[in-house]
């Protein structure tokens, strides 16, 4: 059923990772993808998969879940490792029609999928551990320097918030919608692809009247309670950075320190 | 042949943390030719009750059957059982698409592949039931309509199916008194003069009273009560539970039977009330003035 798809994927829960700051989380997010890539030595990944496992385990957040949000990118990932199993020069170990399969690009393509994993997997636990809110509100806050070359960072954010907010909300019409127009016999299943585009339109039309319907008694909602933007708005709940951020990034901060030292002497 | 439900449970997005079990081993038999209505408070399970009836939902576990066919059956039986169970949704204004009244009524029809002279005909019959003139409407646009008249276009296109059931999600929500009363007057006569089996969803006791034969109470996805209105407003523990109140007339008369005034308390409107009360009177007057 359509209702069935989790969008923005938060998974509410009271663990570490989920009373962290969300500016906090995203800026030492950053630290660690970036760190993904410029290390790349096998001490380096051990240690950096060795600390998203145990992010993943300290975030209560159950492994199938997260290997699900891996899952649509298999594709990406196989067509990443066979390019570099076929293309990289090297010690040859198999011959397939006209590619050379070597030794080093077997390496190369596994570290770059273990890569591409591990940035996934570190991005999904932020979603994971954060509200939607939240993180448009972080990222509201973090855009805001930008402000003074022009970034509507308040805007942004807003948008963000509405569009999230109304998802769920559209899916869960276009679902009521399909099965209104099911009970009258509507087929969307049957026929080739243009037949079943076009019956598409007894859910589409419908859909599109409720969102601006919607859009429309928010926009009037909003204005009634006198919104005007984002200038000399506060805010309810203030975000505060207290003693566990602190203690995350002092921790990030001097792993990525041993890794930088580690790599500048060679090991 | 009725619709059965047979230790029906169904599960909302099972296997993920928002599991939720929207209805947990409901039995139930929908006779034919009867008025059912379905009662309960918010979040009961009502609306999933009614979708799995009509095949819109497959139970997670247990059957609904239908004449006897078994409706998440594949195959050409559970296909024309389906057919048989007209559906109106809760708001069903808001299904409507097309560019005129007539062709969103024989929209139905159409998906029946129906001769276009059955489809107009059809389509006369059902404007005519609902009270639209059909030369008058026919070409206008649905979104143009006021909200009453755009719920009696949504309620002639299932109409328009010709179902032996019909199944109507809170029929009457939102709409004013009058129109409110024209609907369930509709709903009667398509009971008495089409002879339709039909179950509707109602959060108001009157209603339910002057409309049903019978009237089944949901509670937290189960079957807490199951009887002719007239018994199920006595009922006060249960009707407290399913979050209703029973109808005024029978609050009013119950609380003069505590007052002490011999009435029969079965009063489903403000008439029936004041004639109960007047015989009580009459009675207590020729007892010589003993209370009780
Ligand atoms: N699409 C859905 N996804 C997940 N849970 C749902 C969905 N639809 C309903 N539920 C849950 O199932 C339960 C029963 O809902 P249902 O819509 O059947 O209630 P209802 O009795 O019709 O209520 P109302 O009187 O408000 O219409 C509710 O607790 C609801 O949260
Ligand atoms: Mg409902």
Redesign the pocket.
């Known amino acids: 059923?359509l209702?069935d798809i989790t969008i923005g994927q938060y998974f509410p829960g009271t663990s570490f990772l989920h009373r962290l700051d969300p500016r906090v989380k995203i800026v030492l997010l950053f630290a660690l993808i970036v760190a993904i890539f410029a290390f790349d030595t096998p001490g380096a990944y051990a240690a950096l998969t060795g600390l998203t496992l145990c992010l993943a385990a300290a975030s209560t957040v159950p492994m199938t879940l997260l290997f699900k949000s891996v899952r649509p990118l298999w594709w990406l990932l196989a067509f990443t490792f066979l390019m570099h199993l076929g293309g990289t020069p090297g010690e040859v170990i198999a011959r397939v029609w006209i590619f050379d399969l070597t030794w080093e690009g077997l390496v190369k393509g596994l570290f770059l999928c273990l890569r591409l994993v591990l940035l996934i997997l570190l991005s999904s636990l932020l979603t994971f551990t954060t509200s939607p809110l939240m993180l448009t509100d972080a990222l509201e806050r973090l855009l805001r320097p930008l402000r003074c070359f022009g970034v509507p960072a308040h805007e942004l954010a807003m948008m963000m918030t509405i569009a999230l907010r109304f998802v769920p909300t559209l899916i869960?019409e276009t679902?009521k919608i399909m099965k209104a127009q099911q009970a009258r016999g509507a087929d969307f299943t049957s026929g080739n692809f243009f037949r079943r585009l076009y019956s598409l339109t007894p859910i589409l039309v419908p859909l599109f009247i409720s969102a601006f319907r919607r859009a429309d008694e928010l926009a009037m909602a909003m204005e009634a309670r006198c919104y005007r933007g984002g200038n000399g708005r506060t805010r309810m709940k203030e975000m505060k950075i207290g003693r566990p951020d602190y203690a995350a990034t002092i921790f990030v901060v001097l792993f990525l320190a041993t890794l930088g030292a580690l790599k500048w002497s060679g090991i | 042949m009725p619709i059965e439900l047979k230790n029906v449970s169904y599960t909302?997005?099972p296997k993920t943390p928002?599991e939720?079990t929207?209805?947990s081993d409901v039995s139930l038999t929908i006779r034919e030719g009867s008025l059912t209505a379905l009662a309960?408070?918010?979040?009961?399970?009502?609306?999933?009750?009614v979708?799995l009836l009509s095949g819109l939902l497959h139970p997670s576990s247990g059957a609904v059957l239908v004449d006897g066919a078994d409706l998440s059956a594949k195959g050409k039986e559970a296909k024309t059982a389906r057919r048989k169970v007209g559906m109106v949704f809760?708001y069903p204004e808001h299904q409507l698409f097309e560019e005129t009244v007539a062709a969103d009524i024989a929209f139905g029809p159409r998906n029946q592949e129906l001769p276009p002279e059955e489809i107009e005909r059809r389509v006369r019959a059902a404007m005519e039931f609902v009270e639209l003139d059909y030369e008058t409407y026919k070409d206008r646009s649905p979104f143009q309509l006021s909200g009453g008249q755009k719920r009696r276009v949504a309620i002639a296109g299932v109409l328009a199916l010709e179902p032996k059931y019909l199944i109507l999600?809170?029929p009457a929500a939102g709409l004013d008194p009058r129109l409110r009363a024209s609907i369930l007057r509709r709903i009667r006569r398509l009971h008495r003069e089409k002879k339709l089996t039909i179950v509707f969803?109602s959060?108001d006791m009157a209603d339910i009273a002057c409309l049903a034969d019978r009237v089944v109470f949901?509670h937290d996805?189960r079957v807490l009560l199951d009887a002719p209105p007239r018994e199920a407003f006595f009922a006060k523990q249960e009707i407290t539970a399913a979050g209703l109140a029973p109808p005024e007339s029978v609050s009013l008369l119950m609380k003069l039977q505590a007052a002490g005034l011999a009435v029969d308390a079965a009063a489903f409107s403000a008439e029936e009330a004041a004639a109960h009360i007047q015989k009580a009177l009459t009675a207590r007057r020729k007892g010589g003035g003993r209370p009780c």
Do not use: I, N
């Open positions: 059923m209702t869960e679902d | 909302y997005m928002f939720r929207a209805l309960g408070h918010t979040g009961s399970g009502k609306s999933t009750l979708q809760q999600d809170e969803v959060h949901l996805g």
